[in-house]
Structure formats: C-alpha cells, structure tokens
C-alpha cells in the first residue's frame, strides 16, 4: 500500500516538472518573438532584431520603461 503511494507521487512530480518545463520554454519562445517585434518596429534593422531576441524579456521590459 505505501509503495502505490510513493508511486503515484514521483507520478505526480513527474507531470508537474513537464508542466513547469514545458511553460518556460513557451515562455522564452514569446518573449524572444515579443523582442524581435519590438526592436525591428521601433529600429527597422534586423541584426538589432536578432540581438535583442536573443535578450528577449530583458529587452522587452527595458523598451517598456524607456518608451
């Protein structure tokens, strides 16, 4: 009895770590795609586009507390 029970929450953890995993990485895909927007509207330049992408969110706040 306290093997199924042992067994069911390394289960649980499991699905909470793809979860959690699976978040960032959605996360980090938008603020990257977030950022190359931004920067090539407000810059119009692609190798400005590229660079702030790969900053992605650290980008995105500082464009939301200049501008």
């Given at each position: 009895?306290?093997?199924?029970?042992?067994?069911?929450?390394?289960?649980?953890e499991k699905t909470e770590n793809n979860i959690v995993?699976?978040?960032?990485?959605?996360?980090?895909?938008?603020?990257s795609c977030l950022a190359i927007v931004i920067?090539?509207?407000?810059?119009?330049?692609?190798?400005w586009a590229i660079l702030h992408g790969l900053l992605s969110w650290f980008y995105v706040v500082?464009?939301?507390i200049a501008h």
């Open positions: 009895m306290n093997e199924s029970v042992i067994e069911e929450t390394n289960t649980d995993k699976s978040s960032v990485k959605a996360g980090i895909s938008f603020g920067s090539y509207t407000a810059w119009e330049s692609i190798p500082y464009y939301l």
